[in-house]
Structures are given as structure tokens and as C-alpha cells.
């Protein structure tokens, strides 16, 4: 009866895995034919910070990506303060979209001072969970906050964008996503104030 029963486990566990297998093909075959989407704009105004010009992204770094629908602006305030906002959009390739926190600390050139998550007011009354980095650059300091999107949603956890993404390509319905970035540069350590100047940025965003 036991022999039975261990059979029976067995076979569970290797259909659950050969579907898993199936369901990844399938997911990533859609991936790799879907359509390009189109590159991103960027507001000329988020809240206080003015553009100042959209920065050129290299072509070697659209290659890692694997798409061209990436766009960096900068800004810059009243009080002569500059942030960076990058947005990275995806449709089909959901392998494209990834943690910020790579890109940071890649190289080695900088250290991670902090990590968490940070709850921004939206004008509805209602809150968004955010992540935000805090970096020791060459310089000076840099705050960055971001979170995912994905069609209506708007999260900071990665995988759960990345759920949705599979859902979305299993049912052959339409799907995009971004990972938004802002990040501040400061001379000083000064983790909270740069956060809370974030916050209007943020709102802007998921308007």
C-alpha cells in the first residue's frame, strides 16, 4: 500500500514539474516573438523638477536589455537639486525588466548603505509601497526609489509583476510593464529628507 501510495507521489510530482516545464516554453516562445513596444516619454514637469534634457542611453546597453524602450531624463529643481527618472518598459520579454540594485552595484564602484521599503501618500488617500536603495557613490550619496508596473498594476514587488506577466502570456492577453526609477544625488547622508522630497515625484508617476 505504501509502494502505492510513493507511485501515486511520484507521478504528482513529475507531471507537476514536466506542466511547469511546458508553461515556461510556452511563456518564453511568446516572449521571444512579441512586438517591440514603444520607447517611453517622460513628463517635462514632476512636480517641482523642470527637465532638463533626456540623456542618450548607449547602444551596448540597449543590446543587454534587449530593447530599445528605455528612456533617462534629467531634472532639476529651484534649489538646484537633480534627480534622474528611468523608466524601462517591457511587453512581451519580462526577462528585461530587473532590480535596479544590479545596475548599481555591478560594478563595484559603489556600496549599499540601505535597502527597504518606503509607503508613498497618493492623492486618492490611498498608499504605494515603494522600494528605495540608499548608495555611497563616488562624490556623494544617492537615494533611489522605484517600483513595477504592469498594465493597472503598480507594486514594489518584483515577482509579483512578474506573476502577472505569465498569467497575462498563458491567456495570450495583452500585457505591459516598467520598472520606474527616480534617484536623487546629495552630498550629504540624508537618507529621510531625500525621501520625503520624493514623494511628489512618485505621485506624479502613478497619476
Known sequence: ???????????????????????????????????????????????DWKLLGEVVIPEDILKILGTKAATLGEYRNAAGEKIDLYILKSSGRRSTIHSPEYCYLGSGKNELLKRGKYDVS??????????????????????????????????????????????????????????????????????????ESLQPVVRELVR
Open 122 to 195: 497618493l492623492d486618492s488617500g490611498k498608499t504605494l509601497k515603494v522600494n528605495y536603495l540608499f548608495i555611497q557613490i563616488e562624490g556623494g550619496f544617492q537615494t533611489v526609489v522605484y517600483f513595477y508596473t504592469a498594465n493597472q498594476l503598480k507594486t514594489h514587488n518584483y515577482y509579483k509583476q512578474q506573476l502577472f506577466f505569465i498569467l497575462k502570456r498563458l491567456k495570450n492577453e495583452p500585457v505591459e510593464g516598467c520598472l520606474m526609477r527616480v534617484a536623487k544625488f546629495s552630498r550629504n547622508n540624508d537618507l529621510e529628507p531625500s525621501l
Open 1 to 47: 500500500m505504501s509502494g502505492k501510495k510513493i507511485d501515486n507521489l511520484t507521478i504528482s510530482v513529475l507531471v507537476l514539474f514536466v506542466f511547469v516545464l511546458l508553461t515556461m516554453r510556452i511563456v518564453s516562445s511568446r516572449e521571444e516573438f512579441a512586438l517591440e513596444v514603444e520607447k517611453p516619454s517622460i513628463p517635462a514637469e514632476l512636480a
